[in-house]
């Protein structure tokens, strides 16, 4: 099956400093990738949109200027937490699809995010 | 706008017994598909069936089926002979096939299997 992967997989940071969350596509190219947020007992809920060579797509309340998101590559997207906050400790989660809209989303493994 | 509800937070199964989990959505869309994740406390995402909106059979995968009564908008996941290791989290999810459609989840259900 199609394989991505997520670095780190962990981070604790202080507040007020930026994360970079890599998410990589190992065996396919993936035109988009998509990324999610997890807060615990709650489900996956969407942020963003990254399309290759293009600007992301926000969600509705979720910040751009805060949630940098770059997808230079067809294999490759990263997520900037900027300036983090306790507020924004949560798993973070990409996922990416081989094909346009009639094959699944394959998930990377989550990057832990704790904001002391 | 599409919307998926999952209506039991959690669910208890004995071990060797089949347990039904259920999904309904909402959609204007006429194609779809409806997918179930399991999700483990390591929090990863793993993939377990597919059913697209204009299959006529019920989707299979080993232990797991989907029960999909397209009229009710329902697509309940049936897994039979429970394992220890089934218990984790299931999420029911749909995406739209009017574009590059992100999924969306339900709020997911609990499952737990005792021995």
């Known amino acids: 099956g199609a394989v991505v992967s997520q670095h780190p997989s962990r981070v604790i940071c202080k507040s007020g400093t930026s994360v970079k969350i890599e998410c990589r596509s190992l065996?396919?190219?993936?035109?988009?990738m998509f990324w999610y947020r997890q807060f615990p007992k709650q489900s996956l809920m969407l942020m963003a949109t990254?399309?290759?060579?293009?600007?992301?797509?926000?969600e509705q309340g979720v910040e751009k200027d805060k949630f940098l998101i770059n997808h230079a590559s067809l294999t490759l997207s990263t997520l900037t937490v900027t300036s983090a906050h306790p507020e924004d400790s949560s798993f973070y989660i990409c996922s990416a699809s081989r094909l346009p809209s009639t094959d699944t989303q394959y998930f990377g493994p989550g990057t832990r995010l704790t904001v002391l | 706008a599409q919307k998926i509800t999952q209506t039991q937070p959690g669910m208890f199964v004995q071990e060797k017994e089949a347990v039904t989990l259920d999904c309904t959505y909402d959609?204007?869309?006429?194609?779809?598909?409806l997918f179930w994740y399991k999700q483990p406390s390591s929090g990863e995402m793993i993939f377990l069936i597919y059913q697209g909106s204009y299959d006529e059979q019920n989707a299979t995968e080993g232990r797991y089926s989907l029960n999909f009564q397209k009229a009710r908008k329902s697509a309940n996941l049936v897994i039979s002979a429970s394992q220890l290791g089934d218990s984790a989290m299931y999420f029911c999810?749909?995406?739209?096939?009017?574009?590059?459609?992100?999924?969306?989840f339900g709020k997911g259900t609990r499952l737990s299997v005792i021995a």
């Open positions: 990254s399309n290759e060579g293009s600007k992301a797509t926000y």
């Open positions: 065996d396919f190219q993936a035109t988009t």
């Open positions: 959609t204007s869309d006429q194609s779809y598909g």
């Open positions: 999810a749909m995406r739209e096939y009017s574009g590059n459609t992100p999924l969306v």
